[in-house]
């Protein structure tokens, strides 16, 4: 359980829209929105302890000359190699953990509750503790193909293959589930619901 205002996990496959559901709750109901990937990726940059775990794992080449880590180096090195995958996540998810609740006990205030969103959320039960409730987003798998060969400029067999490569949830742990292929009104309508249940 969670100390403080109760935390809800927005979560889904990558091109589902999880990030434009987040913003819904943001902008139009003000509830604060942790990223968890751009936090766990400055948290290379910031947290020294982190980076040297890593690279002890994965070795002294992920580290540029300038102490900062290579990111595409560690990513072909993890991309293949499980084990090393699962010790390198050992180490950066209770970090990006720690990182959330001091985030968390910065915003909280007077808000109903807190938003972390996180990709692999449903993939990972170590992660299961941090929320209170579980929002999956997800979309037909062909607008979510659309939708990444747009935002990131890349041919729809890298996409097919991101996707194809992602870890199976269990659905069973969902809350709530949004099609953002619905429109933006469904989107709205099913975003207001859940921050009313909060109340």
């Known amino acids: 359980m969670n100390s403080g205002c109760s935390v809800l996990a927005v979560t889904g ?51 540029s000359g300038d102490g900062k880590l290579l990111r595409s180096v560690l ?9 090393m995958l699962s010790r390198v996540e050992a180490e950066v998810f209770p970090a990006v953990m720690r990182d959330f609740y001091n985030w968390k006990a910065r915003v909280e205030g007077s808000v109903r509750f807190v938003i972390i969103e996180s990709a692999i959320f449903l993939a990972k039960p170590i992660l299961y503790p941090m929320a209170d409730k579980v929002l999956y987003v997800d979309a037909p798998l062909e607008l979510r193909i ?54």
């Open 146 to 199: 659309a939708r990444v060969m747009r935002r990131d400029g890349v041919a729809r067999d890298a996409v097919f293959e991101r996707i194809s490569n992602q870890p199976p949830v269990d659905l069973s742990n969902a809350s709530w589930i949004i099609d953002t292929s619905l429109g933006q009104e469904s989107i709205e309508k099913s975003v207001e619901d859940i921050v009313a249940s909060f109340s």
């Open 75 to 83: 990513a072909a090195k993890i991309f293949n190699d499980a084990s």
């Open 13 to 63: 496959g990558i091109g589902a829209g999880k990030s434009h559901v987040c913003r819904i709750f943001s902008s139009r109901h003000g509830i604060p929105v942790y990223d968890s990937d751009s936090h766990a990726k400055s948290l290379y940059d910031t947290d020294p302890v982190l980076l040297d775990k890593v690279r002890m794992i994965a070795g002294n080449d992920i580290i």
